[in-house]
């Protein structure tokens, strides 16, 4: 039995990073971070291909922010170069802007517009929902059915395995439609890159005395042998944490391959989607935003699956109610053993990265209140042990 820890946290991305550094930073407790896999960083982790070019091992993970106080924290731990987030979609043979601007509807209707005629052009396409409940409809209120045909419905399909009436508004809903010419992905104010990668920046948060780091280690390993002082941060999937004994979740993930080619870069820009063509998805060639300058890139091919290691909590109805069911297990957990989960297979929720930090910070926050002294249900077995 190890008895000499403060804080378990199950997961070494970043939820656990996070939490693992402000423990041992601010409350000067003892941590022992656990990992099923070889590495730290999660989904973010990124590492030198043989080529010696930078690659996203789980798919691009773009960092943007509205949030300055998640912004600075990072910033103790990396320095960031900007960068230009740019996607295109390959539909019918051409490239066009996405997500939806001018210049994609110019090109798509083989017109010229301006923001007012561009207006125009969707309000006569769009269908009349003032409410959607689902992401087709969600689609069909904004940009009309000619566009979600195009662009949204078989991409939805293929990365969800679920037709998009099935899919929450919010699936979609992530995707601006713009009536200017703008062609970043995302709108945030915030849109930047870790100078020298996720890998660097997660494994400068785990660099303490006070955190110590067991990888190839899956959770189930060390549940009973490790009795922690404080609390444990469990970031792994809920369902597992209960042995599924409510059913199982639905997750789904992704397969990549990786292919190298001797030229500078191959891609026009960062990401290239296929909504009505191949199994995969997309293809990234992540060069374009760390911007390592390398003879050789590498170019990513995305293809979702219904099994694998779990990757996206599945948004529909009924996954959503049983999680609801896991959620009050997981609260009672909480209450009785202080047990705090957290992060996007915890709380079976999509957070984006600067999302998951702010919830771990959040979760900080929350431990270190409920562990104040005279607050904490362990803090009658071991008296000497301040927060
Ligand atoms: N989507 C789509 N067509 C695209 C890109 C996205 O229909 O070309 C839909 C799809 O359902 C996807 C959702 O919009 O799951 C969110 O897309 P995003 O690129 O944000 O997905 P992520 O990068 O988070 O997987």
């Known amino acids: 039995m190890l008895d000499d820890v403060d804080l378990l946290v199950c997961g070494a991305g970043p939820v656990g990073c996070v939490v693992a550094e402000r423990a041992a930073a601010v409350l000067g ?9 070889a590495h730290i960083a999660g989904n973010c982790f990124d590492s030198f291909h043989r080529t010696g070019v930078l690659i996203h091992n789980y798919g691009p993970h773009y960092f943007r922010t509205n949030d300055v106080g998640v912004l600075s924290y990072l910033s103790r731990f990396t320095e960031w170069i900007p960068a230009k987030y740019e996607v295109r979609s390959s539909v019918r043979g051409r490239l066009y802007p996405f997500p939806i601007n001018l210049a994609t509807l110019e090109q798509f209707y083989g017109t010229t517009l301006d923001p007012e005629s561009g207006e125009r052009l969707l309000r006569a396409a769009r269908a009349a929902i003032p409410a959607p409940r689902n992401s087709e409809e969600f689609v069909l209120s904004r940009v009309g059915r000619e566009l979600y045909e195009a662009f949204y419905l078989n991409y939805t399909l293929k990365q969800w395995g ?3 009436r099935d899919l929450a508004p919010q699936v979609c809903g992530r995707i601006p439609v713009r009536l200017n010419r703008d062609c970043r992905y995302v709108d945030h104010r915030y849109q930047v890159m870790p100078r020298r990668g996720f890998t660097a920046l997660f494994s400068k948060m785990l660099r303490h005395r ?31 944490y209960f042995g599924c ?75 959503s109610a049983l999680y ?10 909480r ?50 042990r301040a927060a």
Do not use: M
């Open 245 to 319: 004994s409510l059913g199982k979740l639905p997750y789904r993930s992704l397969k990549f391959e990786f292919v190298a080619h001797r030229a500078e870069y191959v891609q026009p820009c960062v990401q290239i989607n296929y909504p009505n063509d191949f199994a995969y998805t997309r293809s990234v060639e992540i060069k374009h935003v760390t911007r390592q300058r390398h003879p050789e890139t590498v170019v990513s091919y995305e293809t979702p699956t219904a099994t694998g290691e779990p990757f996206y909590p599945v948004p529909r109805p009924e996954s």
């Open 162 to 164: 679920s037709h998009p």
């Open 210 to 240: 006070k955190i110590r780091l067991l990888l190839d280690c899956p959770f189930r390993e060390v549940r009973e042998l490790v009795r922690p002082r404080r609390a444990t941060v469990y970031t792994g999937p809920v369902d597992d």
């Open 29 to 37: 407790w003892t941590v022992l971070v656990v990992d099923q896999r």
């Open 335 to 384: 209450a009785r053993r202080n047990v705090y989960f957290c992060g996007r297979l915890a709380q079976y929720r999509y957070f984006n990265t600067d999302e998951a930090i702010k919830e771990a910070l959040t979760c900080f926050q929350q431990i270190r209140q409920d562990c104040a002294p005279g607050r904490s249900p362990f803090a009658s077995s071991s008296p000497t």
């Open 324 to 333: 609801q069911r896991y959620r009050q297990l997981a609260d009672e957990e």
